[in-house]
């Protein structure tokens, strides 16, 4: 199983992602990958008390350019939206430093 989660970055959503994903990691017995995209707040509670599940896959720095995308709308302007390889949008510049972190349960 392989599991995604972009949580909405607010503390307590992220917390309970986080939370359910390590539950799910003690409860499984199947191979399992998770993988988040999360703003690197070291200071936050969920931070401190899950990060150390997690495998730090890649660092974004803030203000990096096409991390994010949403889906193209005719609205947007010709000439000034980029796209990504599957032609969704880039949106914005990071607005903290994000980070991709994962966990792989292998198969035992």
């Known amino acids: 199983m392989a599991f995604n989660g972009n949580p909405k970055y607010?503390?307590?959503?992220?917390?309970?992602?986080l939370d359910k994903?390590?539950?799910?990691?003690?409860?499984?017995s199947e191979p399992t990958k998770f993988m988040f995209v999360v703003p690197t707040w070291e200071t936050a509670n969920w931070y401190r008390n899950f990060i150390h599940y997690f495998e730090i896959v890649e660092e974004?720095?803030?203000g990096t350019q096409r991390v994010f995308t949403i889906p193209h709308r005719s609205r947007f302007v010709k000439g000034q939206t980029y796209f990504s390889p599957?032609?969704?949008?880039?949106v914005y510049p990071?607005?903290?430093?994000?980070?991709?972190?994962?966990y792989t349960r292998p198969l035992v």
Not at 11 to 17: P, S
Not at 94 to 102: D, L, Q, R, S, Y
Request: glycine share 4%.
């Open 86 to 90: 599957d032609k969704r949008v880039y």
């Open 60 to 62: 974004c720095p803030k």
């Open 21 to 28: 994903a390590v539950l799910e990691f003690k409860t499984i």
């Open 94 to 102: 990071t607005k903290w430093p994000v980070i991709a972190i994962g």
């Open 10 to 17: 607010a503390n307590d959503d992220i917390y309970r992602a």
